[in-house]
């Protein structure tokens, strides 16, 4: 179920005091054989011995990992002993995709859904929840590479609105899009042009995408879209912040399903 705890890594486990890293070689490994919701994993450069074990585990799962200087490992760590090694983790479980229709079907509405083209800031994706579950969107899709899962910072921003809003992470942006357009599901790109959001017609099954905060939408992304809607921006900035981008485009899908 979206939004529960995983169970806590017991016995010789080390957490920082971020609850959603873990650090240490043993630690690493036993959430590895847990089954741990790892995000990422942090190696230090020419790690050796029980390190190239866990390296060998995440490459057979394609877990995301990076090499680093033992600077950016101490700094991940923070008073912890790390042994080279440092595994982001998932505070809170992920959904399916089955999951998100059922809560339409549930509710007897439309789909209607958020998808996050590479978000990294976990303000961001906590504010993009708790707009979501306040303008009634069945779920949220995010990419398992180059983006923020769902981390305790996540959790707080999004001012307990992870608990209700299924959050779904995928390989492919640009398969899962093809996916929705098979089950019927119109995709809109937030991004710059001349169609104006509230002269789009957002009504029906709907998916929303909102670019990451320094990229915006990409290439291939944005070509998979349907369509595109712009937020008309009439000040000196081009751009809003990628969570008040979605507050907006939301709000918007919500207002013409409420007029009808």
Known sequence: MTGKRDKD???????????????????VLEALASGRLIEKLLIGKGAEGSAKKIIGIAKDRKLPITFADKIILDRAAGVGTHQGVVAYVSAYEYGEMEDLFESAKSRGED???????????????????????AAGAHGVIIPKRRAVGLTETVAKASAGAIEYVPVVKVTNIAQTIDELKERGV????????????????????????????????GKLIGEKCDFTVSIPMKGKINSLNASNAAAVMLYEVRRQRDTG
């Not at 890594?9 to 630690?27: L, V, Y």
């Not at 789909?111 to 579950?133: C, K, Q, S, W, Y």
């Not at 809109?188 to 959001?197: E, P, Q, S, V, Y």
């Open 9 to 27: 890594i017991r016995n010789n486990s080390a957490t920082s005091p971020d609850k959603s890293i873990i650090i240490g070689r043993n630690p």
């Open 186 to 217: 119109w995709i809109a790109a937030c991004d710059m042009g001349d169609n104006i959001h509230y002269n789009a017609d957002l009504k029906g099954p709907i998916a929303i995408v909102i670019g990451s905060e320094g990229f915006g939408i």
């Open 111 to 133: 789909p209607f859904f958020v998808i996050l083209d590479g978000l990294e800031d976990p303000h961001n994706l906590g504010a993009v929840l708790r707009t979501a579950d």
